[in-house]
């Protein structure tokens, strides 16, 4: 991974030389004020990460962004499932504060959080609308944001496939054959790996619906004698 965050890091130098007029910001020193450094940083982001993809997407819907989660199967018991929802979901905001988010820059993620507990207690409807109200996401979101403003991390990789992601570094640096995982090409296989069954599995049904469709109209000239 640190080819990944050198890389970032010559990209944003490269833009920031392109605009002379802009301010110099210390990143380092701002990390320093807290008591981080980039790398904890971005682990720490990275299992915020986890920890909304558990909570509000862990099986996604075909196609979309949008999702079901722990927070959604909690909210399936009366009350009791959606206070532990709550609870839990706190720990997103703990990872926030650890990483030098302000209180008042958390405070939508909390009201979405205390709308998703209450919406929740209602049968049925609370457990539908608990897969678009995703407030461990939001936080998610409040954080990134906060990150790349005062620490300048712009990455993305260890949001949208954490775990990929942990299991890479994990290899680069445990195994012995490290050298072949921090290779680019192929951390950039390993980590979209996802989108390539993805491709495969289009093309698959993209191949089924052709061969059905051409079945039909043979099926269909040979019945009528119009083939």
Known sequence: MDKFN??????????????????????????????????QVIA????????????????????????MGADAALSTI???????????????????????????KMTPAVRLALIDMVVGIVPGIGTLLDIFIRPSRKTLG?????????????????????????SLEDKQQRSRFGFFWRNPVVAWLYLHIPDMLG????????WGLWAMISWLVSLFGKTTGFG
Do not use: C, W
């Open 199 to 206: 491709l495969m599995v289009i093309v698959v049904i993209g």
């Open 78 to 104: 009366p009350l009791a499932g959606d206070l532990a929802g709550l609870a839990l979901t706190s720990y997103a905001f703990i990872l926030g504060r650890q990483l030098g988010v302000p209180a008042h």
């Open 142 to 166: 409040i954080v990134h944001e906060h990150l790349q403003d005062e620490y300048g991390i712009t990455e993305t990789m260890h949001l949208d496939r954490p775990f990929l992601h942990q």
């Open 44 to 67: 720490t982001e990275r299992k915020l990460a986890k920890f909304a993809n558990t909570m509000d997407s862990l099986v996604r819907v075909p196609f979309t962004k949008q999702g």
């Open 6 to 39: 050198k890389f970032s890091r010559l990209k944003t130098k490269k833009l920031s030389d392109t605009n002379t007029n802009a301010p110099v910001i210390d990143y380092q020193a701002k990390l320093a004020e807290h008591g981080l450094t980039r790398e």
